[in-house]
């Protein structure tokens, strides 16, 4: 008898035999669509440490979406970029606040796309912290209540589904009371669950104009080294009405999300964030790696260690190599 008996490069010899026998796939379903929205007409503002990414006015993010939607991208999430920032981020619970009429102008113009919004104060306030400050800290209770008022202007104005990414507690269950209060009972929360205090954030900040002032954002968003707790967290999420539940960053959490998976059967959502992101940018720039190879690897990590949704920046170059 010849050695070895069993081969597993039998099945690794053809493209067709490797689809056959895939274990996962990705597919543009999977994919969420960041994208920032600013005041102003005919604005499409190219945010330096995100290649290829913007910061739109409502008439031409309106466009973009369009065309995000012609790829068979199902969903966009919405960050804000207010006029003027104060101590309470007023402008993010306006009723004409920048992401109350990107949300608008969005359902009224591609009603199929499904319209996420991204509620946190972090974007509105003078001082870049996720809630209202009181002692050189963010209160946590007050800081709910506005978020709470933020989620049902976002559905007022036809978002699809809110999504809190600040971690304070109990914020989940302050928006769900207040949403099914107002009557949206059917508004659906992609709950921040597992949210780290993470150095990859970066050029996030940068394309939101949202770095802390003072002190870092460590007292609300979770230590790196915790994996434990962010199970406590998803599970504190759903107790209090969480939909669908987030793990961010993802390529350096992907331990959480397989964690995540096998405990919880609801569905899973992990953000690639910014850093993610423009690293693979910045190294296929300068020719070190493939860039389609690399994104559709990292991307494919993602969803094999649990993740149903995906919120990425490469979701048009995704859905781009996936169709061709």
């Known amino acids: 008898m010849s050695f070895p008996i069993q081969r597993p490069r039998r099945l690794r010899a053809t493209e067709t035999l490797r689809r056959m026998v895939r274990e ?11 994208l920032f929205v600013r005041p102003g007409t005919d604005v499409a503002e190219p945010i330096g440490s995100m290649p290829g990414n913007f910061r739109w006015s409502v008439d031409r993010l309106v466009g973009e979406c369009r065309e995000i939607h012609a790829l068979g991208i199902p969903a966009v999430i919405l960050f804000g970029i207010p006029e003027h920032k104060d101590a309470t981020g007023s402008e993010g619970i306006a009723e004409d606040g920048i992401v109350q009429k990107a949300t608008r102008a969005l359902k009224n113009a591609l009603p199929e796309l499904c319209v996420i919004t991204d509620v946190c104060l972090c974007e509105y306030t003078d001082h870049g912290h996720c809630g209202l400050i009181q002692d050189r800290d963010v209160a946590n209770d007050p800081t709910v209540e506005l978020l709470a008022r933020m989620a049902v202007s976002h559905a007022q104005a036809g978002a699809d589904m809110v999504a809190p990414s600040d971690m ?3 914020r989940v ?3 769900r009371r207040a949403l099914d209060s107002a009557g949206f009972v059917n508004t659906p929360i992609m709950s921040y669950a597992a949210k780290f205090a993470s150095a990859y954030y970066g050029p996030f900040r940068d394309a939101a104009d949202s770095a802390p002032a003072f002190g870092d954002r460590r007292s609300y968003q979770m230590d790196p080294a915790n994996a434990r707790e962010a199970m406590r967290e998803i599970e504190l999420d759903l107790a209090e009405g969480a939909d669908i539940v987030m793990v961010k960053p993802a390529l350096a959490y992907l331990d959480i999300i397989r964690e995540a998976r096998a405990r919880f059967d609801v569905p899973i959502a992990a953000y690639n964030v910014s850093g993610e992101f ?5 190294a296929a720039e300068k020719g070190w790696i493939d860039h389609d190879r690399v994104m559709m690897e990292s991307l494919l990590s993602i969803k094999r260690a649990g993740a149903d949704l995906i919120l990425t920046y490469f979701a048009k170059d995704t859905a781009r190599v996936l169709s061709s």
């Open 24 to 34: 996962t796939s990705l597919s543009v379903d999977d994919l969420i669509m960041p």
């Open 168 to 170: 304070m507690d109990g």
């Open 173 to 175: 269950g302050g928006i």
């Open 278 to 282: 423009s690293m693979v940018k910045a």
